[in-house]
Nanobody, 115 residues
Framework: QVQLVESGGGLVQAGGSLRLSCAAS????????MRWYRQAPGKQREWVAH???????NVEDAVKGRFTLSRDNAKNTVYLQMNSLKPEDTAVYFC?????????WGQGIQVTVSP
């Protein structure tokens, strides 16, 4: 079993920055993929970014150039650095960890960007 805890969310003005963290614990395999999703009010959940255990990353086009993903494998933690935030980035952000055929989800954390 794997547990995920997100932190670092909150309220920020447009143009500001936040760094989300996702700490994983439990039975974590050396090969895995960690992802961030977000769900805005009234919208479907969408993929934002992912990073493999080898460090390969990819981010959604809407956040490319503004969001950066990194991870510390020793701490089993992934970071989502969010810069130049826009009101449309307001959402609940979820962290996931996928290994073998199982995906684990965090509880989510609110990010609110005011105009």
């Amino acid at each position: 079993q794997v547990q995920l805890v997100e932190s670092g969310g909150g309220l920020v003005q447009a143009g500001g920055s936040l760094r989300l963290s996702c700490a994983a614990s439990g039975s974590i395999l050396s090969i895995n993929v960690m992802r961030w999703y977000r769900q805005a009010p009234g919208k479907q959940r969408e993929w934002v970014a992912h990073i493999t255990s080898a460090g390969s990353t990819n981010v959604e086009d809407a956040v490319k150039g503004r969001f950066t993903l990194s991870r510390d494998n020793a701490k089993n933690t992934v970071y989502l650095q969010m810069n130049s935030l826009k009101p449309e980035d307001t959402a609940v952000y979820f962290c996931t960890l996928s290994q073998k055929v199982t995906t684990y989800w965090g509880q989510g954390i609110q990010v609110t960007v005011s105009p």
